[in-house]
């Protein structure tokens, strides 16, 4: 199983049980060591992972850090972990900064078992900088963010290549928050740069300045918007196909009829983000029994179908988002009725993980996947 695929299993294990976690003891146990096992270190060898090494820090003697990853018995990770959801900020790293100083460690992790936060010695050597140039969310990430987890991976793991990307990495981080900053709520100074040459030679008042935040702010969206769109038709338009509403719906609402072909009509089918995200959480949710491949994502006008084996008849579930304020799962109940269930947010879906599970089931033949 690729390393993605480990994580992707992982989070819906976290995702359903991380309110049962309330302690660090608790919250190491079940997140962090999985978490270092998947990237491939043994941690049941302390020659390996040392859990609580002990240092002598100045006058701090016995200070701790709760995991170092060795190689050739010297610590190359340090990790400090808090209880699962606990904040996660500079402070509550004292440790790790006082334990990096004096060991030969190039990074550190900061973690509550959901967010790893990686930190190095970019701004001063040997002195951990106070802002990480890298961090992994276990239950929001990209493939693109796996990819750089892979370099701390046992296999892969090289010191320089680390380093050389970690300063890129870091002001890369930098810089897309400030575009998300500025996406939200659009600086003055930013507004006066890009409407510079279209006001020609009127005056920036404020109630142009009001004017052109708005426009701003619309025709992020709309770039962004476009964007996703175009990679999405791209990626998913040999599954993007409408198909009828086979099943009744239980929820008193008649079943939605197949529509009429519109003659000259442009296609109304969108693939939205939130679609693409969900159809991966049921990926992962049902990794365990089917290969990811043979779930399939059909997109129709009302709803978001998920397949097993690209076939009509064996609905997983739907996806009812077109509402993006009002998001809703629909999963089957053994009679093959639809249920409908409200999602605060996407993850959500991970809450109903063994209904999925079940359904996907009884489309197995006895002899299994």
């Known amino acids: 199983m690729d390393v993605i695929d480990q994580l992707r ?4 294990r976290i995702s359903t049980t991380k309110s049962m976690i309330q302690t660090e ?26 859990p609580e090494l002990v240092a002598d820090v100045g006058s701090k003697k016995g200070e701790k850090v709760d995991y170092a990853i060795l190689r050739d018995g010297k610590p190359i990770i340090l990790f400090e972990c ?31 078992g959901l967010v790893y936060r990686f930190f190095t010695d970019l701004e001063q050597p040997n002195k951990m900088d106070e802002k990480p140039f890298f961090e992994f ?19 892969a793991f090289d010191l320089d290549t680390i380093l050389t990307t970690a300063n890129e990495l870091k002001y890369t981080r930098a810089i897309q928050t400030r575009l998300s900053e500025w996406m939200a709520a659009p600086s003055e100074d930013f507004v006066r740069l890009v409407s510079s040459d279209l006001l020609g030679s009127r005056r920036f008042t404020p109630a142009v300045k009001d004017q052109f935040t708005l426009i701003t702010k619309r025709a992020f969206e709309q770039l962004i918007g476009e964007r996703i769109n175009e990679r999405l038709k791209g990626a998913m338009a040999p599954e993007s196909i409408s198909v009828p509403d086979p ?16 003659s000259n009509a442009e296609p109304a089918i969108v693939t939205s983000p939130e679609e693409v995200e969900g159809f991966h959480i049921v ?18 006008q009302s709803y978001c179908a998920i397949l097993l084996d690209d076939n009509n008849r064996k609905p997983i579930c739907r996806l009812r988002f077109n509402n993006t304020q ?22 959500d879906i991970y809450l109903y993980a063994e209904q999925l599970k079940a359904t996907a089931a009884t489309y197995l033949t006895p002899a299994g996947d």
């Open 9 to 12: 299993l992982l989070a819906s």
């Open 25 to 50: 003891e608790a919250t190491k146990n079940a997140m962090v060591m999985p978490f270092i096992q998947i990237l491939g270190y043994n941690v049941f060898d302390p020659l390996e992972v040392t």
């Open 82 to 112: 808090k209880k699962a959801g606990a904040e996660l900020n500079i402070n509550h790293a004292g440790q790790l900064f006082r334990y990096f100083h004096v060991t030969e460690a190039r990074f550190g992790v900061l973690t509550n």
């Open 137 to 155: 969310n276990i239950l929001d990430f990209k493939e693109r963010d796996v990819e750089e987890l892979k370099k701390f991976a046992k296999a």
């Open 247 to 262: 099943v009744p719906a239980s929820t008193g609402q008649e079943a939605t009829a197949p529509a009429a072909p519109a």
């Open 283 to 300: 990926r992962a949710i049902l990794r365990t029994l089917v290969a990811s491949k043979r779930i399939v994502m059909r997109d129709a």
């Open 326 to 347: 009002k998001l809703r799962l629909g999963v089957f109940s053994e009679s093959k009725e639809e249920v409908l269930h409200s999602l605060e947010t996407v993850d």
